[in-house]
């Protein structure tokens, strides 16, 4: 599986941004799906996984709960992040995930990962 993450920027605080991932290959739907981010300086936190096949079950981080979606188009093989009200907390290189399980994804330890993609927010 090859990820492709797109839809970075640069955004003022309190504007909206979303993300893309496009995955290559088959079997899409058998993956579970996620997002990363990485400030520079800092390490890598988890920031939203969602749950193969329907999509039915969605975790958040703390940080980004409330103001973050994340959803999946299995049709098109794609995976989003929306992102609202946006903080220059936020401001990180975003990396897109997929594991066949979902723990690996919410771990950290995906089997896949794409490149990321660079969300700059001014304050």
């Known amino acids: 599986v090859q990820l492709q993450a797109s839809g970075g920027g640069l955004v003022q605080a309190g504007d909206s941004l979303r993300l893309s991932c496009v995955a290559s290959g088959s079997s899409f739907f058998t993956y579970a799906m996620g997002w990363f981010r990485q400030a520079p300086g800092k390490e890598r936190e988890f920031v939203a996984s969602?749950?193969?096949?329907?999509?039915?079950?969605?975790l958040y981080a703390d940080s980004v709960k409330g103001r973050f979606t994340i959803s999946r188009d299995n049709a098109k093989n794609m995976v989003y992040l929306q992102m609202v009200s946006l903080v220059p907390e936020d401001a990180a290189v975003y990396y897109c995930a997929a594991d066949q399980v979902l723990h690996n994804i919410i771990e950290m330890t995906p089997t896949y990962r794409g490149r990321g993609t660079l969300v700059t927010v001014s304050s």
């Open positions: 969602i749950s193969r096949y329907t999509g039915g079950s969605t």
